[in-house]
């Protein structure tokens, strides 16, 4: 199974679990008297656009290159976190608006049951998140690294609405908006995992160097082909789930022409067959001194 059809098929899952869990979170909210739980489906639910705007991007990602995309359309991934993130935002903002107003407002202190059902949506929510953002390591994926955060956000709002509603339970009469509290203590998580998702996607965009790892590898490995005597530069920026190289080569001087192209026709093919993330590998032949 390539990369692109392991991300789609994480995001069906994901796709699948936050539609299971909005459902059972909103009926227990409702019935549980918690508006932290109603507030985690709140968010539930607009993971699930957010997945399914992921799915689109990898969609659209896997189409080929063309003319007027010679290097390909992975590009969109990138746009696509963007608006993860801006899902992420909204859901924070409602969780913050509503829970203030409900701070304002008496109200009944959740149910008891209410813990049972958080505490197995905080497991379920961690095993998601190690899920997914395995995947998103094993792809190169930042939307599904952004999809797998959308869990992880997801795990932290239940863990305070635990916390919240075991104190209202506990403390009882006048503590009933302890959960309400919670709910607007994980919006503000919320928004801090927004910036975290956002900041590394704007470096996709700017064709930032990022990839220090990747480009000491490449430049390692480029020594291994014969007549390749070192690397000069080598720039790398991220398409998608692709990496595009621009890598100087040092030669022998004294080849011809032909045997300097043979050189960077070798290094090409085997960089691509050595490292499989790889996309375009331009190579610019350098004659030593």
């Known amino acids: 199974m390539n990369n692109e059809q392991t991300a789609i098929r994480t995001t069906y899952f994901s796709i699948i679990g936050n539609s299971a869990l ?13 508006y932290a739980l109603i507030a985690d489906a709140i968010e539930s639910t607009t993971d699930i656009f957010a997945s399914l705007l992921v799915l689109l991007g990898f969609k659209y990602a896997k189409r080929p290159a063309d003319e007027n995309h010679p290097y390909g359309h992975g590009k969109i991934e990138p746009l696509i976190t963007f608006g993860v993130v801006a899902f992420l935002v909204v859901s924070a903002t409602i969780i913050a608006y509503e829970s203030i107003q409900n701070i ?15 505490g197995i949506i905080i497991i379920w929510k961690e095993l998601s998140f190690q899920i997914v953002i395995k995947k998103s390591r094993q792809t190169n994926s930042s939307s599904l690294k952004a999809d797998a955060w959308h869990h992880r956000s997801d795990a932290i709002t239940s863990v305070l609405a635990f916390i919240g509603i075991s104190i209202a339970i506990i403390c009882g009469r006048g503590y009933e908006t302890a959960d309400d509290w919670a709910a607007l203590i994980a919006s503000l998580f919320i928004l801090y995992n927004s910036y975290l998702i956002f900041r ?54 004294g080849i011809s022409v032909k045997s300097g192209h043979d050189i960077a026709h070798d290094l090409k093919d085997f960089l691509r067959r050595e490292i499989p993330t790889l996309g375009h590998v331009l190579i610019h032949i350098e004659p030593n001194e």
Request: net charge negative; proline share 5%; aromatic share 6%.
């Open 22 to 34: 909005a459902l059972i979170k909103g009926v227990a909210g409702v019935y549980g008297n918690s």
């Open 200 to 253: 590394p996607a704007l470096g996709e965009v700017m064709d930032e160097q990022l990839y220090d790892e990747l480009i000491l590898e490449i430049r390692e490995r480029s020594t291994e082909v014969q007549g390749v005597l070192d690397t000069e530069k080598c720039f790398v920026r991220k398409s998608g789930l692709k990496f595009h190289v621009d890598l100087h080569v040092v030669v022998d001087g």
């Open 104 to 118: 304002q407002t008496p109200h009944e202190v959740p149910k008891p049951w209410t813990l049972i059902v958080l």
